[in-house]
């Protein structure tokens, strides 16, 4: 079991920027995919973006080029560096892992809101 707890959410303009931190409550080192993934109301989640274990990444096609995805395994640690926001970013931004041991087991954050205003 991996609890995951996110961090850094807030209020902020258009232009600017916030880094969002998801620490797990267990190693990351075996982790093999972490991603964030954001909802806002009515609407489904969707991925934002992900890191692997060997530390390729991959991104929505909205965020390519303003938010960037990084882990610190010895922090236990996934970050999320959003630049350049806009008020479209708008959303309850969620933390996710996904662990494979024999079977596959996926963990979620209790999610943190990020508000752009214009």
């Known amino acids: 079991q991996v609890r995951l707890v996110e961090s850094g959410g807030g209020l902020v303009q258009a232009g600017g920027s916030l880094r969002l931190s998801c620490a797990a409550s267990a190693s990351i080192f075996g982790i093999n995919a972490l991603a964030w993934y954001r909802q806002t109301p009515g609407q489904q989640r969707e991925l934002v973006a992900i890191?692997?274990?060997?530390?390729?990444?991959s991104y929505a096609d909205s965020v390519k080029g303003r938010f960037t995805i990084s882990r610190d395994n010895a922090k236990n640690t996934v970050y999320l560096q959003m630049n350049s926001l806009k008020p479209e970013d708008t959303a309850v931004y969620y933390c996710?892992?996904?662990?494979?041991?024999?079977?596959?087991?996926?963990?979620w954050g209790q999610g943190t809101q990020v508000t752009v205003s214009s």
């Open positions: 996710n892992a996904n662990q494979f041991d024999g079977s596959w087991h996926t963990y």
């Open positions: 890191i692997a274990n060997s530390g390729g990444t």
